[in-house]
């Protein structure tokens, strides 16, 4: 499937009738026909019709177009008792192309023929004819199934090359991005590798872009600088009216027709050309597609929304290949853009560079909320201002970060690796990462506001210990745990002693920064996983979970040496001289089994601690309690 009517079984059962048909029209009414056969494959009929009045009919077929009727194919399969994946298999194995293209391939055919027919003597005869028309057909197959386009080049210039006998075949290819075409020699001819800018192309490309020209030799010259070439046949690759490509031949002396048949093999070279390009630009998008879906996945996995930005502006040079870059905020004011990452910059300068919104590039575009692509900066009308000395190239992209409606911030992106421009593609490329970037922006600020409100709902603004509300969800947490695995939970009040007079004498900002320096004390004494908390005034709690009496003295003992040797602006006008602390300890289960009954029992002991002079430790039912007997320290008491 499908050599018309030499193919498969099945192609014998069905397309008999079908050529039969298409070809009694295509000779009554001499002129070329397109036909599908059953299996829905596209294929032409032309008319020959010899010197003698005797009509001959040139078949061509096997291709499709590139959607399948999945419909008819299960009907085929059904009414032929096959299996249609086996005949969906072969179907898909053949070249693809689009009816229009078929049309054009016929007309051109009957061109040639019509032309090779009226050239008189020196035409072949009519078998010569077609079993030329055979080799071009069979090699027009053979390009089709090429995998690359320098296959697809090599093959048409080796044909033309061995086909018509020309010495020398150059052609011109697009370049990595088509920024502009590369020439070398193809066949015979050794060529350096140059540049063809496209509008240096379409100069040769003739306002019929299937028609071939001759070049001049100063066209010669200027294409092939040093080629001692006479002449040249500039035949355009063009398809669907589009140039992809050059083919020119030096020194050939073509026979009528001929040329008709070398623009037959041009078009189906750039047919077959546009066809790998599509497919390179789908298998492209594809991967591009999936590089950006893993690298969306990969954002959620930031901490926070510095990192976010961090990895946003990363995932950003990677896929447009850029050396330096910036992603900005909008802060709170909503005036002033703000770094959050920077690549290729110093940090001192990160961290004071700030852009108020509608000043400078970044500024306009947060502004206006539209992305800026800027191939010269000194160039473009929309700046106009001198190239400065950090950056490389003239050329940068800057891309709002824009959340329903609203901008967040900017991305800006500077000298590609290449030393390259940057251009709307890469704009394109951007567009989904910038789109999801922002809204995760959004989100993480969202969770940070969040979060700082259930902060600030459970800590001391002054200390920035947990405050009493926090403690009391907490010890009810702890309770249950400790109960449910037979573990302690110690509690420990304390209080500063004579703290009062203290910011009496001092001032409240004295007291302040004295509840600040304890905190800092507290936090130091303990585990991570302990929690101090800031009771009220000058009194602390501390929850040590799993810890029991007498692992809890060591904690409480460092902690009131500590703030005994702290030295304290003006703690000397103090009864004792010095700021120091009692504190109060009790645990559970010995003391009670309720948050309730612990702080009561710690209060009671931290109560004892006062009365008995201040600055010690005292603990709770302790006569009771085997593991706290014993303990050296003079300080500690125990409550009877």
């Known amino acids: 499937m499908c050599r018309v009517d030499e193919g498969p079984p099945l192609c014998s059962r069905l397309c008999p009738s079908v050529i039969d048909k298409i070809v009694n029209t295509a000779v009554s009414s001499n002129k070329p026909k397109v036909f599908r056969c059953p299996a829905g494959l596209v294929g032409f009929a032309v008319p020959m019709r010899s010197s003698a009045g005797q009509f001959h009919c040139l078949i061509g077929g096997g291709v499709r177009e590139k959607s399948l009727d999945l419909y008819r194919i299960e009907a085929l399969a059904k009414t032929e008792n096959i299996n249609p994946f086996t005949l969906l298999e072969q179907l898909q194995n053949l070249p693809i192309t689009t009816e229009k293209a078929v049309e054009e391939t016929a007309d051109r055919v009957s061109g040639v023929v019509a032309s090779l027919l009226s050239a008189g003597a020196d035409t072949p005869p009519a078998d010569k004819l077609t079993e030329k028309l055979h080799a071009v ?6 390009i089709d199934k090429a995998k690359t386009a320098a296959e697809t080049i090599s093959l048409l210039c080796e044909t033309i090359g061995l086909l018509f006998d020309i010495p020398g075949i150059a052609a011109a290819l697009p370049d990595d991005g088509n920024e502009g075409f590369s020439l070398q020699g193809a066949w015979g001819f050794p060529i350096a590798h140059e540049r063809l800018t496209t509008a240096t192309l379409h100069r040769f490309v003739p306002g019929n872009p299937t028609g071939k020209s001759v070049l001049s030799g100063e066209e010669i010259n200027e294409l092939f600088p040093g080629t ?44 077959r050309l546009t066809v790998l390009k599509r497919e390179e630009e789908f298998t492209r998008e594809s991967a591009l597609s999936g590089r950006l879906l893993t690298m969306v996945n990969s954002l959620t996995l930031a901490e926070g929304k510095e990192e976010l930005c961090h990895r946003i ?68 009308e929309r700046i106009a201002a001198p190239n400065r000395p950090r950056f490389k190239t003239k050329s940068f992209i800057s891309m709002p970060l824009t959340f329903k409606g609203e901008t967040l911030g900017v991305l800006n992106l500077s000298d590609k690796k290449n030393q390259g421009i940057f251009t709307e593609a890469d704009l394109d490329i951007l567009s989904p990462l910038v789109s999801h970037a922002a809204s995760m922006i959004q989100r993480a600020s969202s969770h940070e506001s969040i979060e700082l409100l259930e902060r600030l709902s459970i800590t001391d603004p002054l200390t920035e210990l947990y405050n009493r509300r926090f403690l009391e969800k907490r010890m009810e947490e702890e309770l249950s745990r400790s109960l449910r695995n037979g573990l302690h939970l110690t509690v420990m009040l304390m209080d500063l002693d004579n703290f009062k007079t203290y910011n009496d004498l001092c001032g409240h900002i004295a007291g302040d920064k004295a509840l600040k320096k304890v905190a800092k004390i507290l936090r130091g004494s303990v585990r991570d996983m302990d929690v101090v908390t800031r009771y009220g005034g000058e009194e602390f709690c501390i929850l040590l979970p799993g810890a029991s009496k007498k692992e809890s003295i060591f904690v409480a003992e460092r902690i009131r040496r500590t703030i005994e040797n702290e030295v304290f602006a003006g703690e000397e006008d103090l009864p004792q001289g010095r700021l120091t602390t009692s504190i109060g300890i009790s645990s559970f289960p010995e003391d009670g089994s309720s948050a309730n009954a612990l702080i009561d029992a710690s209060d009671i002991a931290l109560y004892r601690a006062k009365s008995e002079g201040r600055n010690r430790i005292v603990i709770s039912n302790s006569a009771a309690d085997p593991e706290t007997r014993g303990f050296p320290s003079p300080l500690v008491q125990r409550k009877q």
């Open 137 to 142: 057909v069979a090699i027009s197959a053979g």
């Open 313 to 380: 502006l990363e995932m950003g040079t990677e896929l447009v290949y850029a050396s330096c870059g910036s992603l900005m905020l909008i802060d709170e004011s909503g005036e002033t853009l703000r770094i959050e990452s920077a690549i290729g910059m110093n940090r001192q300068l990160a961290r004071i560079m700030n852009v108020r919104k509608g000043n400078g590039i970044a500024g306009r575009v947060a502004a206006g909320g539209h992305p800026m692509v800027v191939n010269d900066i000194e160039k473009d």
């Open 228 to 271: 001692d070439a006479q002449s040249a046949l500039c035949f355009p690759l063009a398809a669907h009216g589009e140039p992809v490509g050059l083919v020119v031949l030096f020194n050939s002396d073509l026979k009528a027709g001929d040329d008709l048949l070398v623009e037959l093999l041009t078009g189906r070279a750039a047919t």
